[in-house]
């Protein structure tokens, strides 16, 4: 028997599982980690939490399996897209590393959009340079902490820096470099032209494999910190989003996922780079060699459920902790008793800025309709339906894109609930189906580390070996019309309120 270990280098937390051929699952591990935000709409992390993360997890599942860490084939690894590790000459983290839901650097976004071109950015990049991206943040830390940039030697991802750590070895792979502003989608390389334009070394940028290739392997340091063999093969792994595709089947024309974690996403396969016109849509490289694939991202989907349980449900978490059941389950059953709609309160769920369909740092969660019958039902309703709004906003644009639908595979926390999936299915007007596993980008690069050494003989035949649709939610046909209507309003509400949100945010701003 072969057996695989996925690592996720999430928001909130790293993960990590030990799979057998079949995909069975025989352990997991999580290890939380904080996330800081000195000043607002900023999000920084301690790569350092991630390595420790990964060390203990890693040693976790290992001693929890009692499998022979010999046995194990390859290591994946997954993460949190867009984020910079700045290093020095010695291999060492020079600062915090600025995450993908940061929003400071609209200013150098705007600087790299003027001295490029729009037109030579979307022939090269396939995508607009926004707020979360990599190489904007390499340009704030240019403009804005001088001392750091110049002693910075390599710029990483975060799965990237846990490569290093494990492996010794500089390298990303085409999924998660593609959403860093200085990759060239359609060559599956970095762009050149561009770093040379806005001054970024190409010394800095790491050697690029496919997800599937092998790129480094475990070092006698490594295997000391985790337990797995030295020499054990890493292959290139995946962004967060392309190997959570891989964890649901995504790999093939018509077959859509819908996840709902921190951010909440609409993921697309595609045989060629296809190209959103009005780039409301991103256009990134897959985990699958020589394809593509299209997605809608939303920056705070479960993070504003998550928000809401820590800013207003205290008395959930206390039951929760008490009775040992889930506190989003307790917030769940109780927007169940708000109506469908809950009466015209509609949330706007940008708290963190927002990305898809509207690439504005300066957007603000809304929560608008509120009157005197307005209880704590409604509210938690409203983000519920808040998020499925954004989320229909992706799929509507697809549509517009005559991109095939066939079946949407929801996943992430969002699908664990069966009345949001319930919700999802009913905003969207589409059957959402679950599968029989819900590991998500972990379970995707551990296959990607079987097709890497040969336990599997592509992507395509890891999947088929391993998932499967084991339930469906068909949408309700009166709630998707009052729905209808609803996002109507919803989608009307940013467009009045776009000026006021950047007047707020210069205020703030000082």
Known sequence: MSYLVGIDIGTSGTKTILIDETGRVLARAMAEYPLYSPKPLWSEQEPSDWREATFATVRKVLT????????????????????????DENGQVLRRALLWNDQRTQAECDWITETIGRDKIVEQLSNPVLTGFTAPKIVWLRN????????????????DYIRYELTGEFATEVSDASGTALFHVRNRDWAYEILDAIGIPKSWMPKSYESQEISGRITEAASRLTGLAVGTPVVGGGGDQAAGAIG???????????????????????????????????????????????????????????????????????????????????????????????????????????????????????????????????????????????????????????????????????????FWRQIQADVSGYTHVTINVDEGPALGVALLAGVGTGVYTSVEEACRATIRVNASTEPNPAAHATYDRYHRVYQSLYAHLKSDFAEVSKIVSG
């Not at 929890?64 to 290093?87: A, C, I, N, T, Y």
């Not at 040992?324 to 169940?336: F, S, V």
């Open 64 to 87: 929890d399996s009692g499998v022979d860490p010999r046995e194990v084939k390859g290591v994946g690894l997954s993460g949190q897209m867009h984020g910079s590790v700045f290093l």
């Open 144 to 159: 804005h902490e001088p001392e750091t940039y110049a002693k910075v030697r390599k710029v990483l991802l975060p799965k």
């Open 248 to 418: 649901n089947g995504i790999v093939e024309t018509g077959i859509v996922s819908s996840t709902v974690g921190t951010s909440g996403v609409v993921f697309a396969f595609s045989d060629a780079p296809v190209v959103d016109p009005q780039l409301r849509l991103h256009t990134f490289c897959h985990a699958v060699p020589g394809k593509w694939h299209l997605m809608g991202v939303m920056l705070s989907a479960g993070g504003t459920l998550q928000w809401y349980r820590d800013a207003y449900c205290q008395p959930e978490k206390v039951v929760a902790q008490a009775t040992g059941r889930d506190p989003y389950e307790l917030i769940c059953a109780e927007a169940e008793q708000a109506p469908v709609g809950c009466e015209g309160l509609i949330l706007l769920p940008y708290l963190t800025g927002e990305r898809a369909p509207y690439a504005d740092a300066n957007a603000r969660g809304v929560l608008f309709g509120i009157t005197r019958r307005t209880d704590r039902s409604h509210v938690a309703r409203a983000v519920l339906e808040g998020v499925s709004y954004g989320l229909r906003d992706s799929f509507e644009i697809m549509e517009g894109m005559n991109v095939p639908i066939t079946q949407v595979r929801a996943s992430g926390g969002g699908a664990r609930s069966p």
